[in-house]
């Protein structure tokens, strides 16, 4: 599990517009946040995403960047490009298990005769500071009960506006 203030791994996976998402890479004016979803199986993740993708005009005019992640495989990512309505979100795709463990991800395997893969990580979300430490982390194990859109916009606000320091470092 990584630590509030610890730099958080760097990923480097492909992205369903043909790109390459590096989170090195990526230079926010204030945080970056990562949008970690269980897959296209996922009727929760889908409305979470379409609701973000409809609101990046609040995230891009407060200099955040943010990068929708799944264990998704190229077909079924391209799925979710095609089918959702996730307007501008970026969709990353082809997260490794490993990978996934290293964030600290709850990973599940398919249930008996559902569309789900063999396995997946739950949601997450991760906000990193522009030099990748952990500020902010809500990692589950259900796909119910996320951070509503409106409550993480304005708890940003509030860090931003109060200088707020990262929490729980002394975990």
Known sequence: M????????DLELPLTIGAQFHLSKQKPDNYTMLVFYRGKHCPVCKKQLEEIGGRMDDFVSRGINVF?????DKDRAMVVDSEWETHDLPLVYDLTEDQAREWGLYISEKREGSEEPDTFSEPGIFILKPDMTLHHAAVQNMPFARPQIDDLLSGLDYVMENDYPTRGTLT
């Open 2 to 9: 990584i630590k509030p203030g610890q730099k958080t791994p």
């Open 68 to 72: 929708a992640i799944s264990m998704d």
